[in-house]
Every structure is written in structure tokens, then in C-alpha cells.
T-cell receptor, first 114, second 114 residues
Framework: DAGITQSPRYKITETGRQVTLMCHQT?????MFWYRQDLGHGLRLIYY???????DKGEVPDGYVVSRSKTENFPLTLESATRSQTSVYFC?????????????FGEGSRLTVL | GDSVTQMEGPVTLSEEAFLTINCTYT??????LFWYVQYPGEGLQLLLK?????DKGSNKGFEATYRKETTSFHLEKGSVQVSDSAVYFC?????????????FGQGTTLQVKP
């Protein structure tokens, strides 16, 4: 089916472990984003990408790594997970931005770091 | 920097009641403004948008008017339904920066009781 899919939907890990959250979109959108959602903070941008091999930091990038070797995939890696990274992570995509735009979100990945 | 502030929730209403969720923003220039909705267990989806001052966005009975003089974009609906129960996010973007990034408010939970 067309759309944006995230995996895993739920993940429990331990402090210090590496975790990768996957994001795949079928629209060939140029832009992709990773947000985290925390109570009281809304959504905060972690990283974004304007195209394959082009990534940039958002508001809260520390502790995360991204890559984008293919237009349709945008994995997010926590190299050494910490409890403060317990959150719900949303991937989103959009067409090239002009003056307006709509982000299309995945269903989210709920990560718990013990 | 740019920011979005929403009224604290949760907001609890009876079916057919009038809804207002306040949103104010701080930004330089002329941002575009958005309302996104998140139904339980799902990702965010665009509800409505406005790209310039005095524009009114509308969708599914919801409306919001871009008020530059008061830097506000309040969401309204004349008669809410149980199915409107969700989390609502106000957001802004800067088209001039052309990065595709959205800045979100903290979200307001709406619960509609039959």
C-alpha cells in the first residue's frame, strides 16, 4: 500500500543498546523528518532530510544518527540509548516545500528505554 | 526563535457543544499556520491550514482564521461530536526558509462525551 510506514511500532530496550527505527515512504517525497513526541513538549524535530544523502539537524539531534541513502528510506539510530530517549517517534514526509506544505506522518514508533 | 503556544488541556465537552482551542505564535516574517489532528493510536494528519493573514482554513466543520495583529490561529467548531475526540496540534512553518520544517505547539487533548 502507498504511504509511510514505520517499524517497529513498539520497542523495549535497555540503556546503552543501539536501536534503529525504520521509516519507508512510497510517494518519492523529497523531504523526510523525524520527530519525537513527549507529554508537555508536543512534537520536536530531531533530524530532517531534503533529499537522498542530504540531512540536517533539527531542534533535538543529540544522541541520534540518521542516514538517507535512498529517497524512500530514512532510518533513525540511537547509538547508545538513554532513558531520556523514551518517547514516541514519528516519521513524516512531504513534497518539495514552496510556501505551504503538508506533512504526511507514519503511525509512530513507541520506544521504551529501561 | 519561532514558537507556538496552545491552551492547556485536556478539554472536555459534551456532544454538540462549541469548541475553541487557542493557539498563538511567535515568528518573524510571514509564516504559514496549520492545525493537525492525532486520533488515538495514529499519526498526525493535516486538518486545515492558512498561508497568509486573514485567510480562513476550514475542514470537517473546523475553522481557524490567521490573525496577524494578534498572532493567533484559534481552532473552532460549532458542534463537536464524539468522533472529534483527539489531540490537536497547532503548527507553523516558514516558507521563506524553504526547509519544510514545522514547529508544533504542545498539543491539546479534546474529549467529547455523549
Amino acid at each position: 500500500d502507498a504511504g509511510i510506514t514505520q517499524s517497529p511500532r513498539y520497542k523495549i530496550t535497555e540503556t546503552g543498546r543501539q536501536v534503529t527505527l525504520m521509516c519507508h515512504q512510497t510517494w518519492s517525497h523529497s523531504y523526510m523528518f523525524w520527530y519525537r513526541q513527549d507529554l508537555g513538549h508536543g512534537l520536536r524535530l530531531i533530524y530532517y532530510s531534503a533529499a537522498a544523502d542530504i540531512t540536517d539537524k533539527g531542534e533535538v539531534p543529540d544522541g541520534y544518527v540518521v542516514s538517507r541513502s535512498k529517497t524512500e528510506n530514512f532510518p533513525l539510530t540511537l547509538e547508545s540509548a538513554t532513558r531520556s530517549q523514551t518517547s514516541v517517534y514519528f516519521c513524516a514526509s512531504s513534497e518539495f516545500w514552496t510556501n505551504t506544505g503538508e506533512l504526511f506522518f507514519g503511525e509512530g514508533s513507541r520506544l521504551t528505554v529501561l | 526563535g519561532d514558537s507556538v503556544t496552545q491552551m492547556e488541556g485536556p478539554v472536555t465537552l459534551s456532544e454538540e457543544a462549541f469548541l475553541t482551542i487557542n493557539c498563538t505564535y511567535t515568528a518573524t516574517g510571514y509564516p504559514s499556520l496549520f492545525w493537525y489532528v492525532q486520533y488515538p493510536g495514529e499519526g498526525l494528519q493535516l486538518l486545515l491550514k492558512a498561508t497568509k493573514a486573514d485567510d480562513k482554513g476550514s475542514n470537517k466543520g473546523f475553522e481557524a482564521t490567521y490573525r496577524k495583529e494578534t498572532t493567533s490561529f484559534h481552532l473552532e467548531k460549532g458542534s463537536v461530536q464524539v468522533s472529534d475526540s483527539a489531540v490537536y496540534f497547532c503548527a507553523l512553518s516558514h516558507g521563506s526558509s524553504n526547509t519544510g520544517k514545522l514547529i508544533f505547539g504542545q498539543g491539546t487533548t479534546l474529549q467529547v462525551k455523549p
